[in-house]
């Protein structure tokens, strides 16, 4: 098996692998490096080797006899080791055949509960499931988010010893505190699959390694909970969106807007997915924000070409957004939809109040949008000063380009 090959099998068997141990031992911090060092094993050594005949059961008995040593090492903890060494035969430290103990529906499920815990904030919540749910190192997921890798190690720790420190234990939470939680987990979801879609920072516009993660932990929640109309509505959201993504960069990496892409490039395989899905939970689930934002993503990708996409339809949708998750991002995509249906003016009259909203009050894409209905109105100096200060403000450099873009080729045409 190829070591790509290898990283795939690791990553989709880490959650399943760390909430046995978790399930049996508690301690999610020990367990977790524990784990963590019986995936870098099996990296090391079935390339060359082989993978095993039960690749899950291996991993759990290397990372059980991890933890086992790990406890051995410290003094402090033999009084607890001899406890549980009383309580349990000796042979249940030691992983089954793969056929005796069948990967559990819920032990994702419950780490991805237990790693979005809201003791965390939400960037321990999201480096700490790409860790433990994910399967990524803590390397990779420092490099996708730009900051040194003993930073990242250091919010990871912490993120455990939060967790450690709030009791917080291996079992999914019911009722009301369930679909708070839930809600929880579909944002760190959703915020991963954002920063790849669109990276804050940097030279390059997407991170793959993070659209195709959050994508691939949408679809195992999914399957978890195919009840649940706004997991369904999140996966859908992000195919629609990550279908556009061939057709988004021009052939020099230049950012190319959703109006003037080839949508020939688009992933059709992705788009009929997720109108399948979106289409499908609209029929049985109360609309949520996932899914209307899905719907919205639909009508787009329906559109033969931007000259025929329905605005009125996508307006209307808008319309419920705005009540189901009222919040400035929205009101911005608003103002676009209502300027292509009631002309601009009436869009940049909705974007007033975001002006003086501390959490929209000098972003760079609320300057950007403001730019693009200025241009549209006629208003070209104004326009390109909008551009300009768009530029300034954002940390993209593929998206500072474009607009710089814009702002040269509204003063060329003056």
């Known amino acids: ?147 040194p890798e003993a930073t990242m190690s250091q919010r990871i720790r912490r993120a455990k010893q939060r967790i450690e420190a709030a009791g917080a234990r291996f079992t999914l939470p019911s009722g009301a505190d369930r679909d708070e939680r839930l809600g929880a987990v579909l944002r760190v979801l959703y915020l991963v699959f954002n920063e790849g879609y669109t990276a804050s920072s940097g030279d390059t516009l997407h991170r793959v390694e993070l659209t195709g993660e959050a994508i691939r932990l949408a679809r195992e929640l999914h399957r978890l909970l195919p009840d649940q109309g706004e997991v369904a509505g999140l996966l859908a959201l992000m195919l629609l969106t990550d279908a556009h993504r061939a057709a988004r960069v021009g052939p020099d990496g230049e950012l190319v807007p959703l109006a003037e892409q080839d949508r020939t490039r688009w992933d059709t395989a992705a788009v009929a997915e997720g109108i399948a899905l979106v289409t499908d939970a609209l029929t049985w689930s109360a609309p949520g924000p996932y899914q209307v934002q899905a719907a919205i993503a639909a009508v787009h990708a329906e559109a033969p070409t931007a000259a025929t996409t329905d605005w009125p339809q996508i307006v209307a949708l808008y319309r419920v957004l705005a009540r189901l998750a009222p919040n400035p991002m929205v009101t911005l995509n608003q103002a676009v939809a209502v300027a292509m249906v009631d002309g601009p003016r009436a869009g940049l009259a909705m974007l007033a109040p975001l002006h003086v909203d501390d959490r929209t009050a000098g972003h760079h894409r609320l300057a950007a949008v403001r730019a693009h209905l200025l241009e549209l109105a006629g208003d070209r100096a104004d326009a390109r000063t909008a551009y300009l200060a768009a530029a300034r403000a954002t940390t993209s450099l593929p998206e500072r380009r474009y607009l710089e873009v814009r702002a040269a080729r509204l003063a060329a045409e003056r």
């Open 1 to 147: 098996m190829t070591s790509r090959a290898v990283e795939d099998l690791l990553r989709a068997l880490a959650p399943q692998v760390l909430g046995v141990l978790v399930r049996r031992h508690g301690q999610f911090y020990a367990c977790e490096d524990a784990v963590q060092e019986a995936l870098l094993a099996a990296a090391t050594g079935w390339p060359a080797q082989g993978v095993p005949e039960h690749p899950r059961a291996w991993l759990v008995t290397v990372a059980t006899r991890r933890l086992t040593d790990e406890w051995r090492s410290e003094h402090a903890r033999r009084a607890r080791e001899v406890a549980v060494a009383v309580r349990q035969p000796a042979y249940a430290a030691v992983a089954p055949p793969a056929d005796e103990e069948p990967p559990s529906r819920d032990d994702t499920l419950r780490l991805l509960f237990l790693c979005c815990h809201p003791a965390l904030p939400v960037n321990a919540q999201v480096a700490l499931t790409l860790r433990a749910v994910g399967g990524l190192s803590t390397a990779e997921i420092a490099r996708a988010y730009l900051v």
